[in-house]
């Protein structure tokens, strides 16, 4: 029997939030999320329930903690890509704003060139991975037990 957590699948649903409403630790199709909330409705689509409790969480925690725990959190449940950049459609993507700081964005990307994120003051869209994006691109990870 094929899996049925395949690339096609994650890909679809992360561009079912498509138009979703931003909504800071909200993780609801249609209702609002943001980046996490995002990639933790796609994990829901594929496994069900979520493998642990997100803690509540301020906008500035990254530059605040200046600790990787979102990093940390994709490391236990997914798998890291040794090159971040050799991503496929389907991966989770992190990203720093700034150098200095840990990575604070998620995306699933759809595309060699194409990502669905969540962003502040914007509904839920699929963008280009342009070089602003890629420069700031710090881990990737694919879910586990995915086919083709």
């Known amino acids: 029997m094929p899996p049925t957590r395949t690339r096609t699948r994650i890909v679809a649903e992360a561009r079912a939030f498509i138009g979703t409403p931003y909504r800071h630790q909200a993780s609801l199709q249609g209702a609002g999320c943001d980046c996490l909330g995002l990639v933790r409705g796609v994990w829901r689509a594929l496994h069900g329930a979520e493998p642990e409790a997100t803690p509540a969480y301020t906008r500035d925690w990254a530059e605040a903690s200046g600790i990787e725990s979102l990093a940390e959190a994709a490391r236990r449940h997914l798998d890291e890509l040794a090159d971040p950049h050799a991503f496929a459609p389907g991966d989770v993507l992190l990203f720093r704003y ?21 962003h502040d003051g914007a509904a839920v869209a699929e963008v280009a991975i342009a070089p602003w994006w890629r420069r700031r691109l710090a881990f990737a990870f694919r879910f586990r037990d995915v086919g083709d």
């Open 98 to 118: 700034a150098s200095r700081y840990p990575a604070k964005h998620a995306a699933i990307a759809t595309a060699p060139d194409l990502m669905v994120h969540a």
